[in-house]
């Protein structure tokens, strides 16, 4: 049995880690969002009043589904995305992104399926190379110290 123990710097690091990963999410999100909005004009559209900040509102709004729904419908759904052998796992970024439309209202749009879908899978392989390049050598870094 290995007895873990905490001291206050570790707590600290753990804290200032899970932090940095929310902010590089924010603003990965948030890039990504207002490209593929200046991209695709006519079906994805993000309210540029107040310097930007429902970019940033749905950015926060999409972290936050993946973090809290997403696990669970993941799950629920896990019978189709493996008939589909993985297919079906962009459709849950889809989902999220129509919730998030429908929680911004007028401020966050997107029209039409298949650039939902775009958007979907640009998120995905964002969040992986924000995982690989970015996000594991910050914490293990952090580890190390």
């Not at 007895?3 to 570790?10: P, Q």
């Not at 189709?80 to 079906?88: H, N, Q, R, S």
Request: glycine share 4%.
């Amino acid at each position: 049995m290995k007895l873990i123990i905490m001291d206050k710097k570790t707590s600290t690091k753990a804290h200032l880690n899970r932090f940095i990963d929310w902010l590089i999410h924010m603003v990965a999100y948030a890039l990504v969002l207002i490209i593929v909005s200046i991209i695709f004009k006519k079906t994805i559209y993000i309210d540029n009043s107040y310097f930007g900040i429902w970019g940033l509102f749905a950015s926060i709004i999409i972290y936050l589904l993946n973090k809290t729904v997403k696990p669970i419908i993941v799950w629920l759904t896990l019978p189709i995305t493996g008939l589909t052998l993985g297919l079906f796992y962009p459709f849950i970024n889809v989902f999220i992104l129509h919730v998030t439309d429908f929680i911004l209202g007028s401020h966050f749009e997107i029209n039409g399926i298949f650039f939902a879908f775009i958007v979907a899978v640009l998120i995905s392989v964002m969040n992986v190379l924000m995982d690989i390049m970015i996000i594991e050598p910050i914490l293990a870094r952090g580890n190390r110290e």
